[in-house]
């Protein structure tokens, strides 16, 4: 993509995109862990640096649709006249992308970004339903709204704003804007009814076939770059909102998608992660009807990119071939996140998983075998209605069969719009949180285990922080290891450099750069 990221267009660490309206956005450089880095101009010099420093022309955006922005650091008023907003995102990774989706939306339409609420015209939240935590914590934004809003519209989007709809208005009379993820596709024309006066304006439609398709996305990440593939799902676990929340299954067309990697690749970005609540199901919906391996290995045969990730696999649709693929392409991440969320048969009937513990493991076996060593993760809940202790102890011995390199463990919690919700023998709450302390205690274990293995392992990592005051910086491997290391060199971020590891904890893995 010419204009973009180009060598000649780096003059400094702050970016700069202006519109043909003559808008400017200045905005900073953030990390992976969301930190303010400071970029020596010198990083941001180079063509596969990839952290370059860039001015998009209008001429450029019309066909640029990956302007590689980053969380803005604004000025502190609309002194130009200009509509701003402020978009804060809840929960997982596909918020976060959808949120940069929604934020080339407002971009497109002459929006300005602002880190600050108070100095915003537009204020949204991107929400996630998947535990009450996170709903409350959107609630009590709200709040601070009630008698400040002073015409700034406020919208609710994502998960929660399609489980509660037009309740929502109820409860927070001031909000204007209600919108699930299915209806992103329509948020210009709801933005245009909001500018044009509209007082209470939804898009809560979960019957569609489409996917959200958007002119300009803006990226937050420099390092990594995201690309939807699938939309919804059309599993039906029954502890989960997200079939009620994103609607029916829905699949980019394969075209789509390289065109979007080949667009990043020419930003200069080399990783590529494609998400999708259930990745693997993705089913080409055009012509050519490409499988997710066919696409996998598509995406990584884009010219500039390096490394490909996918998350989340469902395990039902995990075949060999992925296993096969991972093998025989170096650019596919030999990392898989399979989440299994609990090792007895039983509960995972309950819960609707689809599988038995035993073809988990088959699946499990297959990567085993590979002949790239692939970093396996899950994804477990405790205290599900009914789980007995026997049926925790499966969990626990899956755990040491498996030998995961990390899980995302959680106690249950029942949500609405799910079949779980109203199950008998629920957990007591004391119950749950003792065994999630014995899970995660099993999981340590593991950990420290697998980790001091890796004492003396040299890995390639792209590095994606500088911590100025521990003296050190942080990369991931292409297996997701994060790994602290300490180097000579003064400049690294963005870079692939060789770490050997020199010493292995719970939860980090520490090393040296080897220059
Ligand atoms: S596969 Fe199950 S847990 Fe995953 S999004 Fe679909 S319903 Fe939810």
Redesign the pocket.
Known sequence: MSGLNSPGAASSNVLELKLSMSRTFDVGIETLAGQVAVVPAAAVAGRHGHLGTFTVRASNLASASDAKLTNPAIASESSDGTKSFYLETFGCQMNAHDSEKVSGVLLGRGYRAVENPAQADLVLYNTCSIREKAAQKVFARLGDWKTVANGKIIGVLGCLAQQEGEEIFERAPWVSLVCGSASYRKLPELLAQLEAGGRRVTGLDLDTDETFETEITRRDNLIRAYITIIEG?????S?????HT?GPERSRASEAVIAEAERLAGAGYTEIQLLG??VNSYRDPSARKWSFVELLRAVAAVPGIRRVRFT?S?PNDFHREIVHAIDETPALCDHVHL?V?SGSDRVLRAM??TYTREEYLQKIEWMRAAKRPISITSDIIVGFPGETEADFEDTLTLLDAVQYDTIFSFTYSPRPNTSAKDMLDAVPEEEKSKRLAVLNERQRQIQIANNEKLVGETFEVLVDAHHAARGQWTGRSTSNRLINFTSTRAILLGEYVSVRVTRGGPNCIGGEHVL
């Open positions: 799902c059309d599993y039906s676990c502890y989960c909102v997200v079939p994103r609540q259930t989340t469902h989440p969320q609707r998983r």
